[in-house]
Antibody, heavy 118, light 110 residues
Framework: QVQLLESGPGLVKPSQTLSLTCTVS??????????WSWIRQHPEKGLEWVGY???????FYNPSLKSRATISRDTSKNQFSLNLRSVTAADTAVYYC??????????WGRGTLVTVSS | QSVLTQPPSVSAAPGQKVTISCSGS???????YVWWYQQLPGAAPKVVI????KRPSGIPDRFSGSKSGTSATLVIIGLQTDDEADYYC????????????FGGGTKLTV
C-alpha cells in the first residue's frame, strides 16, 4: 500500500519561500510511468493542481503560479519536495502530495496546512 | 474559478438517489478520463470513481460514473448518511502548458 506524508513548516512569512517535503512509502519516486504531484486547497475552496515531477525527473507546473514553484526529488530518501517562492496570503492552503497514475490521482497524503502570515 | 463546472450543492434523503454533474471542454473531459474524489470533512480526497466509470476496490456499487462528450456524471444510489461529503471531479487538461484540473466541488447533504 502506497503511503505519502507531507512535512514542513505550518507558518511562513510573506515574501519568503514555502518548503514542503513528501515522504513516500510502499512505492518508489523512481518507478516508471508515475508522476508525483502537489495539489493545494485554499480554505473552504476547491482543489488546485500545483505541479508534478515525473519518475524521470522532469517537472511541469501550473502556469498560474507564474514560475514561483519548483519541485525536486531525493531518490535516496524516496522523497519529493515543493518550494514556492515569494509567498503571499493567497498561498495559504492545505497542501497535499499525491501520486498520479495513468489518468488520475490515486494516492494522497493527509495534507498539511500552511499559513502565510507575518 | 475552476476549469470544470460542478453544482455547488445537492441534497437528498437517505435511501434516495443523487446525481452530480461535471462539465468541461473538448480539451479536458472531451479527451481524457474523469476521476471522482470524495472528501470527508478534515480528510484528504479519496477516489470513488476512476477512468470515467470504474470503482476502486472497497467502493460500494452504489457509486457509478459516466462520461458523454465534454461532461461527466457521478450517481450515488441508496444514499447513506456517511456519503455526506464534498465531491470533486478531476481530469487532465490537454492544452499546452496545462495540467491537472478539478471542478469546484459539490457539497452533498444527506
Amino acid at each position: 500500500q502506497v503511503q505519502l506524508l507531507e512535512s514542513g513548516p505550518g507558518l511562513v512569512k510573506p515574501s519568503q519561500t514555502l518548503s514542503l517535503t513528501c515522504t513516500v512509502s510502499g512505492g518508489s519516486v523512481s518507478s516508471g510511468g508515475l508522476y508525483w504531484s502537489w495539489i493545494r486547497q485554499h480554505p473552504e475552496k476547491g482543489l488546485e493542481w500545483v505541479g508534478y515531477i515525473y519518475y524521470s525527473g522532469s517537472t511541469f507546473y501550473n502556469p498560474s503560479l507564474k514560475s514561483r514553484a519548483t519541485i525536486s526529488r531525493d531518490t535516496s530518501k524516496n522523497q519529493f519536495s515543493l518550494n514556492l517562492r515569494s509567498v503571499t496570503a493567497a498561498d495559504t492552503a492545505v497542501y497535499y502530495c499525491a501520486r498520479y497514475f495513468s489518468s488520475g490521482f490515486d494516492y494522497w497524503g493527509r495534507g498539511t496546512l500552511v499559513t502565510v502570515s507575518s | 474559478q475552476s476549469v470544470l463546472t460542478q453544482p455547488p450543492s445537492v441534497s437528498a434523503a437517505p435511501g434516495q438517489k443523487v446525481t452530480i454533474s461535471c462539465s468541461g471542454s473538448s480539451s479536458n473531459i472531451g479527451e481524457n478520463y474523469v476521476w471522482w474524489y470524495q472528501q470527508l470533512p478534515g480528510a484528504a480526497p479519496k477516489v470513488v470513481i476512476y477512468d470515467n466509470n470504474k470503482r476502486p476496490s472497497g467502493i460500494p456499487d452504489r457509486f457509478s460514473g459516466s462520461k458523454s462528450g465534454t461532461s461527466a456524471t457521478l450517481v450515488i444510489i441508496g444514499l447513506q448518511t456517511d456519503d455526506e461529503a464534498d465531491y470533486y471531479c478531476g481530469t487532465w487538461e490537454s492544452r499546452l502548458s496545462a495540467g491537472g484540473v478539478f471542478g469546484g466541488g459539490t457539497k452533498l447533504t444527506v
